[in-house]
């Protein structure tokens, strides 16, 4: 999906900036929080890019995901150190000027005093020219909106205050609510009905994740839509399916997120 | 970085496929996983893009990507059900046929039987014309390489063998060692002696990664390359930085990465 054609649903980009998820050492918890946020706000994060922070990457990517998506949020890189290039990469990519602005300026200054001000603390100012900045409650270094690219920290706790945030101000759609149905058939034993089912309900996105635990594939079934009517109807048909071919759904989670 | 400038280095890309993880109901555990093992054969994942199983976007990732990097990893999509749509996008994104390839019919056939062979298992032996197999160990459905594209599934188990099977075979670069640092200064404090390092150790690369543990903020520094001595000089230099601004480097692993 691309920008919204569905009134009720936002579309949205991530790109994780930063070479430490890259190398294997740090695991990534920004993506499945922001993703479970954002669809919590109606928001269908549709594609998440992980790269270094390098500046033709990062040019690159805001270039390529602001036109495409409603939003466009980044983590990480604004921080004062050689490898923060994140402000002035976003600058470029929307050829804007990287300029000292006033707002951050005090911002760091009530927070660090004026003494305190080093110059790499300095460079967490500078932000692009025309951006809005984006309270940081934690460290006082903000992050900054440039038209539709919200850019935030990359520490958990920070970014985490950032969204809520932002959440706080930009258009929301409708939650999207969703059922998981997880059974101990094969996969290949349900596709067909599983896809006749799909064709039936086209609003309804359903997903099927096979699985192995203790040794043994097991398989979810994720349904996923903003109508929960026809999304409790879909569910009660996937079930009957299940219980044709023999099995009974286990461990069913038939919760409705919605928060 | 793109394709090798370095002979000792090697580029890719990963491109995970499906919706559960951009839903945030599924924690990526196979960017870590693929990642430290591509890290410790000399070859460094410069980029990630998770995107839903929805052709256009299959097809415009590879087609990004496989002229950029020496290698493109793809998880997921590979099974019986409707979503399972990467076999058929990797032959459009190079514009060959998808059609049924027959040492994977026959990998099936062993595994189910011919009688238990059935349409949905029987989509799963369609493949790439000109693409090579990259066998299945447990649920006997292959993976494929098309060019310098390397399809895995989506289950980690089964990715890991996969990915473990591709890696004996293609070209492997010059370990990347890496070493962290850890201390209790602000990212701030250090962070102009630190960018003068990098100065020095162009080699090197230096990663600054600000953490929150317990209410308290951290630093790690990572420094990472192929040259162990350089590695290590730049380590107790920058053991040396830290002393300075009146920290102990505490938490240090100053341990190789190598394996």
Chains 1, 2 share one sequence.
């Not at 149905?181 to 099927?208: H, K, N, W």
């Amino acid at each position: 999906m691309a920008k919204s054609d569905d009134p009720d649903v936002f579309s949205a980009a991530l790109v994780i900036i930063g070479n430490e998820i890259l190398a294997g050492r740090t695991q990534d918890t920004n993506t499945p929080w922001i993703a479970e946020r954002l669809t919590a706000h109606g928001i269908l994060l549709n594609e998440v890019r992980i790269i270094p922070d390098e500046e033709p990457e990062i040019i690159h990517a805001v270039r390529s995901l602001y036109p495409k998506y409603d939003y466009v949020f980044t983590t990480g890189g604004i921080g004062p150190t050689h490898d923060d290039i994140t402000a002035d990469c976003v600058a470029k990519a929307f050829d804007a000027q990287l300029v000292r602005n006033e707002e951050a300026f005090r911002m760091l200054e009530e927070h660090y005093g004026l003494e305190e001000l080093t110059p790499p603390r300095a460079k967490m100012c500078m932000i692009p020219a025309g951006a809005s900045l984006i309270p940081n409650p934690v460290t006082a270094a903000p992050g900054f909106i440039m038209e539709n690219v919200h850019v935030m920290a990359g520490v958990p706790r920070i970014m985490q205050a950032m969204l809520d945030h932002v959440l706080g101000m930009i258009k929301a759609g409708k939650p999207i609510l969703s059922n998981t149905v997880a059974c101990s058939l094969p996969e290949s034993a349900v596709a067909e009905d599983v896809t006749a089912l799909q064709e039936t309900y086209a609003e309804i996105q359903i997903g099927s994740y096979p699985h192995y635990r203790g040794g043994v594939l097991g398989l979810s079934l994720v349904l996923r839509g903003t109508d929960k009517d026809r999304l409790e109807a879909a569910t009660a048909e996937l079930l009957e399916i299940i219980r044709k071919h023999g099995d009974e759904p286990r461990a069913l989670s038939i919760r409705t997120v919605d928060s």
